[in-house]
């Protein structure tokens, strides 16, 4: 039962990851357009368009603008959303080249359409971890200390992945939780407890993280038991593929994991 | 309370006694008026002259901006209206729809305190004074506008009104109901105790409802008496258009009043100073040519400004050295060969005209 | 106001309902017309149609189904309720008394009509929340929070769907006639007696109606409800919340739920159509 001190931690990591991202820029200055994977024949161009899952906004946006710089005359474009909404856009003809869900369930959406090109691959993954009122107040140190009377908790509905997790968690622990409200989605969760409405919630690290003092993060045990993982794929309709290929692995590479590790996120 | 309304007050403890003063952005009200318990009193003025603004004031809708408003001794002005013994007729009634008349009579009782039994009984009692006893059950959408009519005077004085107050209660009427309530609401006023002052723009709903006149234009007291004083004596165009006579305003020298602008008129009375002259349409005689044998000394070129016919008879308005009036029969009309822009010669008795002192 | 048309006789009322109408429509008229009610009924129809008919029954016998629906019909009525006894008197100050900026009193009225519902929902929170303006000292006094509560569902719903019945009743009283009032007020009448014995009765169908857009709207109240109460079934989750829900990884279930939440509004309209809205 430990409580990360994340905010000592989070200062070491910030600092770590602008180091790294110095690291990053001088070697594609030096080297050039020959570091990623994807260009092995010819140099990616146009535009990638990128369906992510919203948890990965910050962290993708920063990999866009890397892989700008990488190639020059490549454009990456955005559409973050919920992993089901992006996967039944997707299946309904959406022109995207790659699609990272936020869970290997959505990304099944997709697979079982016959719409990705290949096998996906996890490139991160995310875990839960109880988000507190700044300070933590209520001195919660466990999921168990979650069921205490009196204590205003609020879960992810289980039609969403970071329900579906909490609730593994949970029976893991064999715990008996009834929280004051089952939200829609993750970030709807951090809110009540950013606006001090409840007093704790259960979401992913990168929540946590991305909420920055607003929220204290308790790490749990039982987390392990629900670990989510984040499938990438190239599409099949892709209509840039070559330049989707390039994004894809520097998402996976190491300078890719460590701006997504900065943001809360697993290695695979 | 200074002296002078002490003085006041106690001359006047009965009836009413008003100086409404209302100021609008255009317009001033500034009319006296007084009445003595059970005298019907008409307002009687064109559109726009301020009549229903008197009585909106009366009634308590209007604010005054200064002046008084006494009823029998008390002091209204600062009275709610729901708190004033006053009934108002509205001009179209404004029966609530949703309520019987039944109801609509009663609703006066019971907002001054009856039960809902006793506010029936009570309107019962007024609906069959007003022969509508049958009717009572009925909605107002389904009454004739006479019928409605007689409703909106039972509900306006089955609260026991010390005034009663009617705005041009017959103008939305049809002509031949209007002849049969104008008799019956004559009826009603003559039997009510209290003062009654109506508005009008009629003056046959004034002469024949009214003990009273008053007649006001442009928020002002222009002249005020009995019916039949006023008919013979009008001293403002609007009064003598209402009574149907030539009106003209002159200075008198013996048995000749000269116009301040325009010709003299000869008449029998003698005067002296300012004063008017007035003779009725049907006094006058038209020629197409200038009559030789005539003893007329009223004789004037004029000429046909318009025709209308006016009952039986053919009305022609004429302009020329004397702007006037004349009634003449269709025979006599075609004979002369009438039309707008024809020349006419005008002449007029000295002992059908009318002078008095202006 | 049933008796406008019971106390007239039928031969009137058949004449009205076809008064002013023709049996011809120009071009120009009718195309757009058409073009317009297919739209709006398409997905309607889209939504019969691929409507999991077979698997409906089961679908629809679960416990949470009928809850979600009670909770749902509850709400909205005590929304309705809610807006009625603070929305007339508020249409009734709009339209008959003048005070300082009453244009702009106005205008904030109907701004929950074009703030989005979740921004509602959180401006609630920042309001009624347990950390709110004013829900911080409802919490420290009276020990009452609304946020997660049933009270919160209507509260939320109340807030949005207010707005329909107090420009509703509005436009009603504009229309009336003040003099009404003012002769109650001549036979003895307070303007309070005046406006419950005479003006409510003459603006009961506009009321009616408003009340009617008011339920409707709250029926179908999602946003501002999840982002103000969340969402627990059988406390706070109303049938919009729980097609959402649905939705996430069962879009057959959420189309069963709605031709439930469609049926039972549809009836409820037709219903009331029939007793209150013809007369206005």
């Known amino acids: ?268 | 309370m200074t002296d002078l309304d002490g003085i006041t007050t106690s001359v006047l403890t009965e009836g009413l006694d008003a100086h409404l003063v209302v100021d609008r952005a255009t317009f001033r009200l500034d009319l006296a008026l007084t009445a003595a318990p059970g005298e019907v009193v008409a307002l009687l003025g064109p559109n726009g002259a301020g009549k229903t603004t008197a009585l909106r004031a009366l009634a308590g809708l209007t604010p005054l901006t200064s002046g008084h408003l006494r009823l029998d001794g008390t002091r209204l002005d600062a009275m709610p209206p729901e708190s004033r013994p006053v009934g108002v007729v509205f001009q179209d009634y404004l029966l609530f729809p949703h309520l019987t008349a039944l109801d609509n009579v009663a609703f006066g009782p019971r907002c001054r305190g009856a039960n809902k039994a006793e506010a029936r009984v009570q309107a019962a009692v007024w609906l069959d004074r007003m022969g509508l006893a049958d009717h009572a059950g009925a909605k107002p959408r389904r009454l004739s506008g006479g019928q409605a009519q007689r409703v909106a005077v039972a509900r306006a004085l089955a609260t026991g009104p010390r005034l009663l107050l009617l705005d041009e209660p017959l103008a939305a009427l049809d002509a031949r109901t209007r002849l049969e309530v104008r008799a019956q609401l004559r009826r009603h006023l003559s039997e009510f105790e209290a003062v009654a002052v109506l508005v009008t723009h009629d003056p046959l709903d004034a002469m024949v409802l009214a003990d009273r006149l008053v007649v006001v234009e442009h928020g002002h007291v222009v002249q005020e008496g009995t019916p039949s004083h006023i008919a013979r004596h009008p001293r403002t165009d609007y009064i003598a258009r209402l009574v149907g006579l030539n009106l003209y305003r002159g200075r008198a020298e013996g048995h000749t009043v000269r116009l301040d602008a325009g010709p003299a008129i000869t008449t029998t009375e003698e005067l002296s100073g300012p004063a008017f002259v007035a003779f009725p349409p049907g006094a006058v005689t038209l020629y197409r040519d200038r009559p030789t044998g005539s003893s007329a000394r009223n004789l004037w070129r004029c000429e046909v400004a318009g025709l209308e016919t006016h009952g039986d008879q053919i009305r022609a308005d004429l302009t020329g050295e004397l702007p006037l009036t004349a009634d003449l029969t269709t025979v006599a009309a075609a004979e002369l060969d009438l039309h707008p822009g024809a020349p006419v010669w005008a002449t007029v008795k000295a002992t059908q005209t009318h002078a008095y002192p202006a | 106001m049933t008796d406008t048309l019971e106390s007239r006789p039928r031969r009137d009322r058949h004449r009205d309902r076809h008064r002013g109408r023709t049996r011809t429509a120009p071009i120009p008229l009718l195309v757009p017309a058409l073009v317009g009610l297919a739209f709006l009924l398409l997905p309607l129809i889209a939504l019969l149609v691929r409507a999991p008919w077979r698997s409906l029954p089961e679908q629809l016998t679960s416990a949470e189904v009928w809850e979600a629906l009670r909770l749902s019909l509850l709400c909205a009525t005590a929304a309705t309720v809610l807006s009625l006894v603070v929305g007339v008197p508020l249409a009734w100050l709009l339209a008959r008394t003048w005070f300082p900026g009453r244009g702009f009193v106005r205008a904030l009225v109907t701004l929950p009509l074009v703030l989005p519902p979740v921004v509602g929902g959180v401006a609630l929170l920042l309001a009624f929340g347990r950390n709110g303006v004013i829900g911080q000292w409802l919490d420290s006094w009276f020990g009452i929070t609304l946020p997660f509560t049933t009270t919160g569902v209507v509260l939320a719903e109340t807030f949005v769907a207010m707005p329909f019945l107090v420009i509703s009743v509005e436009g009603t009283l504009r229309a009336a006639d003040p003099r009404y009032e003012e002769a109650a007020t001549t036979l003895g009448a307070s303007r309070f007696t005046a406006f419950r014995r005479v003006t409510l009765p003459l603006i009961a169908p506009g009321i009616a109606a408003g009340a009617v857009l008011a339920w409707a709207r709250a029926l179908g109240e999602f946003g501002a409800t999840i982002t103000f109460a969340g969402n627990f079934p059988g406390r706070t989750q109303t049938m919009p919340l729980a097609v959402y829900l649905a939705l996430q990884n069962d879009p057959a279930a959420a189309i069963a739920l709605s031709l439930v939440l469609l049926a039972v509004s549809i009836a409820v309209l037709a219903a009331l159509r029939d007793r209150w809205m013809t007369a206005s």
């Open chain 1, 1 to 268: 039962m430990t409580r990360s001190a994340h905010r000592t931690r989070r200062i070491l990591q910030v600092a770590g990851a602008s180091g790294a991202a110095l690291l990053a820029l001088s070697a594609c200055s030096s080297s050039g357009p020959g570091t990623g994977a994807g260009s092995s024949s010819a140099k990616p161009s146009g535009t990638v368009t990128v369906f992510a899952a919203a948890s990965l906004e910050e962290s993708f946006k920063t990999l866009g603008k890397q892989f700008e710089k990488e190639h020059p005359g490549t454009k990456v474009t955005f559409n973050f959303g919920g992993s089901d909404t992006l996967a039944a856009s997707i299946t309904g003809g959406a022109p995207a080249d790659v699609f990272a869900a936020a869970s290997t369930k959505t990304m099944a959406i997709v697979t079982d359409k016959q719409d990705a090109a290949g096998t996906p691959a996890t490139f991160v993954r995310n875990q839960l971890e109880i988000a507190t009122l700044p300070g933590n107040p209520d001195r919660i140190s466990s999921l168990k200390d979650l069921t205490k009377p009196g204590l205003k908790v609020v879960l992810c509905d289980e039609s969403v992945p970071c329900g579906t997790a909490a609730r593994k968690a949970l029976d893991a622990g064999g715990l008996k939780l009834t929280p004051v409200s089952y939200e829609q989605d993750v970030k709807s969760a951090l809110t009540k407890v950013e606006l001090k409405e409840a007093d704790a919630a259960v979401v992913y690290k990168t929540d946590v993280r991305a909420a920055g003092d607003k929220v204290d993060g308790v790490d749990f045990p039982e987390s392990a038991e629900a670990v989510n993982d984040y499938p990438i794929a190239l599409l099949k309709n892709a209509p840039n593929p070559k330049a989707a290929k390039a994004f894809m692995a520097l998402v996976r590479s190491a300078e890719g994991q460590k701006v997504l590790s900065r943001a809360g996120f697993l290695k695979p």
